[in-house]
């Protein structure tokens, strides 16, 4: 079992706004950067936020990532139907000395 | 654009031993942290460990008993072993590299991904 802890799922209406929590702790957010992931059906994951809250230029600016202390955050703002996916935090852990992933959670767009 | 490509047999025997090749293009193998990630059907992602272009490895310590990662430079590719497979292991395997974003050796750059059964 992963050590970062997401919501299974979240859900909103195109325009909305979704926020998804992901839960860590000193090992790894603590002391690491958190970074976000998209993952389609089918494709290969994405790297949405990296280093906490930046953005590769091809990702619009609807998406926004920030941590603080051991928990991480990611919102969508003004949701689009291209959004529903899976989304997955991670991290570094000094700990494991490895790379952990969030347990993952789905956005539907209602 | 770097571009990776997984490959292997799809279908592996139990306790046989797993072997995926990850090849290279649009870029050089050097200086960069090599990954293997995986996703069985219906789960989350599970990071199996990574490898430099050094040699230097970090396995999960769930599967490190298991884990074999290696380079070849001259190929521009570099593998996964995983030994003594179970019908828990059946996934869809991705490679991945790390990038000037992350930082940390994070995954960026990510392989289509192959997916590999396990049958007894």
């Known amino acids: 079992q992963s050590v970062l802890t997401q919501p299974p799922s979240a859900s909103g209406t195109p325009g909305q706004r979704v926020t998804i929590s992901c839960s860590g702790s000193n090992s790894n957010f603590g002391s690491n950067y958190a970074h976000w992931y998209q993952h389609l059906p089918g494709t290969a994951p994405k790297l949405l936020i990296y280093?906490?809250?930046q953005r590769p230029s091809r990702v619009p600016d609807r998406f926004s990532g920030s941590k603080s202390d051991t928990s991480a955050s990611l919102v969508i703002s003004g949701l689009r139907s291209e959004d529903e996916a899976d989304y997955y935090c991670a991290a570094w852990d000094d700990i494991l000395r490895g790379y952990v992933f969030g347990t993952g959670t789905k956005v539907t767009v209602l | 654009q770097v571009q990776l490509q997984e490959s292997g047999p799809g279908l592996v025997k139990s306790s046989e031993t797993l072997s995926l090749t990850c090849t290279v293009s649009g870029g050089s193998i050097s200086n960069f942290y090599w990954s293997w990630i995986r996703q069985p059907a219906g789960k989350g992602l599970e990071w199996i460990g990574r490898?430099?272009?050094?040699?230097?490895?970090n396995y999960n310590p769930s599967l490190k008993s298991r884990v074999t990662m290696s380079v070849d430079a001259s190929k521009n590719e570099f593998s996964l072993k995983l030994s003594s497979v179970t019908a828990a292991d059946t996934a869809v395997y991705y490679c991945?590299?790390?990038?000037?974003?992350?930082?940390?050796?994070?995954?960026?750059?990510w392989g289509q991904g192959t997916q590999v059964t396990v049958s007894s």
């Open positions: 991945a590299r790390d990038g000037p974003f992350t930082g940390d050796g994070g995954p960026e750059y």
């Open positions: 490898i430099y272009t050094s040699g230097t490895t």
């Open positions: 280093r906490n809250n």
